[in-house]
């Protein structure tokens, strides 16, 4: 009896044509507009490389790791060529700078890093990224070098530049962040992590009409079901199933369009994409069969309420713009916890640009406690569901 309800409920759901819309045909409407609103905009944003001064002074000299950074991140023969470097004085820089031929200079003096520019933007932004950066490298250098000079007796220079060399390879090495900016960044990519998660969420609809064919209170066909001598388990594990497997197939149809026919290239490895989205639409389920159980409301209110939320989801997690996403994370991170779609978005990032996998295993199995827990509520109040009458 379980495989010919799981078979009558795949027929009922793939003629729900409502249902078949927002599954199937939605996403990747969505996704093709996508590509056609950002299909050129990272070629009309492309960095170039930045013209900046570096005032040539006696501290700037005996900087050498300064000296040495900004020399690989201004040599024209490096792969990592950033900026188109100028060493002048302090007046040759400004006037440089009021003829708009710079973006900005660095001046090194009493120990610290000044960074002037005529005005605020990217490239500005840029820099003083890359002055943040080294500095925080040099104070861990600088560090390393006391303990070594501490700790080490023979006080031999060699060694002691020897040791702190191993030691900065060793902290490189542990930092999950790949740096693959350069070649295969592609921030338009993001809006297509949130659309998959967004399908995935709307798999909160199916799974509404299936908890609604067995609500008595809900349908006639649920009330037939009700006063039938079939399991009333198995009915309702067969509806989850068969809504299971009608989302695995919406959202690999989405899937298959990005990658065949939009060609977006997500750099990661299939199957953990497969895992990734298995979990993500088990939580789009559970999230429908949740709301489907709780609210007291008919059927249209529902949908609509799973929608809303579901946009609400996927606004917070980047696909109107990552910076709110950024801005969520750092005023009210609980929101992007709890946030089923930022763990799928979240997930796809942990692929695209940390080493280890630890942060993408620690978000599917977020999305497998917040499907469980929607399950074990709703088991509940559907364990305390009677009627008077149907």
């Known amino acids: 009896m379980f495989y010919h309800n799981l078979k009558y409920s795949l027929k009922t759901l793939f003629r729900d044509k409502g249902l078949i819309f927002w599954t199937f045909a939605f996403p990747i409407l969505l996704g093709l507009f996508f590509n056609l609103a950002f299909s050129d905009i990272e070629k009309s944003e492309t960095l170039d490389v930045i013209d900046i001064a570096i005032i040539d002074n006696y501290e700037y000299q005996n900087n050498t790791m300064i000296k040495e950074a900004f020399k690989e991140l201004g040599s024209s023969t490096s792969n990592n060529q950033l900026f188109n470097i100028k060493y002048v004085d302090i007046d040759e820089a400004n006037k440089l700078l009021d003829d708009n031929k710079i973006e900005?200079?660095?001046?090194?003096?009493?120990?610290?890093?000044?960074?002037?520019?005529?005005?605020?933007?990217?490239?500005?932004?840029?820099?003083?990224?890359?002055?943040?950066?080294?500095?925080?490298?040099?104070?861990?250098?600088?560090?390393?070098?006391?303990?070594?000079?501490?700790?080490?007796?023979?006080?031999?220079?060699?060694?002691?530049?020897?040791?702190?060399?191993?030691?900065?390879?060793?902290?490189?090495?542990?930092?999950?962040?790949?740096?693959?900016?350069?070649?295969?960044?592609?921030?338009?990519?993001?809006?297509?992590?949130?659309?998959?998660?967004?399908?995935?969420?709307?798999?909160?609809?199916?799974?509404?009409?299936?908890?609604?064919?067995?609500?008595?209170?809900?349908?006639?066909?649920?009330?037939?079901?009700?006063?039938?001598?079939?399991?009333?388990?198995?009915?309702?594990?067969?509806?989850?199933?068969?809504?299971?497997?009608?989302?695995?197939?919406?959202?690999?149809?989405?899937?298959?369009?990005?990658?065949?026919?939009?060609?977006?290239?997500?750099?990661?490895?299939?199957?953990?994409?497969?895992?990734?989205?298995?979990?993500?639409?088990?939580?789009?389920?559970?999230?429908?069969?949740?709301?489907?159980?709780?609210l007291k409301c008919n059927e249209s209110v529902k949908t609509g309420i799973i929608i809303a939320i579901t946009m609400f989801f996927c606004c917070l997690a980047g696909m109107m713009g990552i910076t709110l996403k950024y801005v969520i994370d750092t005023n009210i991170p609980i929101l992007n916890i709890i946030n089923p779609a930022n763990m799928i978005t979240d997930g796809f990032y942990s692929l695209y640009y940390y080493k280890t996998l630890n942060r993408f295993w620690f978000n599917i199995a977020s999305l497998l406690i917040y499907s469980l827990i929607l399950v074990l509520i709703s088991y509940k109040t559907l364990r305390r569901q009677k009627y008077d009458s149907i």
């Open 104 to 294: 900005g200079y660095i001046l090194l003096e009493n120990n610290d890093k000044k960074i002037v520019v005529k005005e605020n933007g990217v490239n500005a932004t840029v820099i003083k990224s890359v002055v943040d950066e080294l500095s925080t490298n040099e104070k861990i250098i600088n560090e390393l070098v006391k303990d070594e000079l501490s700790t080490n007796t023979n006080k031999d220079i060699s060694k002691i530049y020897e040791n702190v060399y191993k030691k900065v390879q060793n902290l490189m090495t542990k930092d999950n962040i790949t740096d693959i900016s350069s070649k295969n960044l592609s921030y338009t990519v993001i809006e297509f992590y949130t659309l998959i998660a967004m399908s995935c969420l709307y798999g909160g609809t199916i799974g509404l009409v299936a908890i609604s064919n067995n609500l008595a209170n809900m349908s006639d066909k649920a009330k037939r079901k009700s006063i039938s001598p079939t399991s009333k388990s198995s009915m309702l594990l067969s509806s989850l199933l068969a809504s299971y497997i009608v989302q695995i197939i919406g959202v690999a149809l989405l899937l298959l369009f990005l990658y065949l026919i939009l060609k977006i290239d997500f750099e990661t490895n299939p199957l953990f994409v497969i895992v990734l989205t298995l979990s993500g639409s088990l939580a789009g389920l559970t999230t429908g069969v949740f709301i489907g159980t709780v």
